[in-house]
């Protein structure tokens, strides 16, 4: 039984910021990758940033130099700063958790998502 809960969701103006926050907890003992994605209304579900235990990240093209993820081991939780947001950064934020055996993957688990909304 997993269970990932997810906060800092929010209404901002354009050229402000949020943090989102993204804890694991259950019967897995790490992530070995953790990562937020975004789906906003009518489009596909796409990567925003991603981030191995071991330090390396990767970042959707658009949000590159304004959105850092980070992460704490010890408590199994990443975050998303989100700096110079844009209306087009407005999306349902979705925690993710992979996890692998010996290399291999094996699962992923969810949050249930926080709303971002971009506007004046």
């Known amino acids: 039984q997993v269970q990932l809960v997810e906060s800092g969701g929010g209404l901002v103006q354009p050229g402000g910021s949020l943090r989102l926050s993204c804890a694991a907890s259950?019967?897995?003992?790490?992530?070995?990758?953790m990562g937020w994605y975004r789906q906003a209304p009518g489009k596909q579900r796409e990567l925003v940033a991603t981030k191995i235990s071991g330090g390396t990240t990767t970042y959707l093209n658009s949000v590159k130099g304004r959105f850092t993820i980070s992460r704490d081991n010890a408590k199994n939780t990443v975050y998303l700063q989100m700096n110079s947001l844009k209306p087009e950064d407005t999306a349902v934020y979705y925690c993710n958790c992979r996890v692998y055996d010996r290399g291999r993957y094996l699962d992923d688990y969810w949050g249930q998502g926080t709303q971002v909304t971009v506007s004046l």
């Open positions: 259950g019967s897995i003992l790490s992530c070995n990758v």
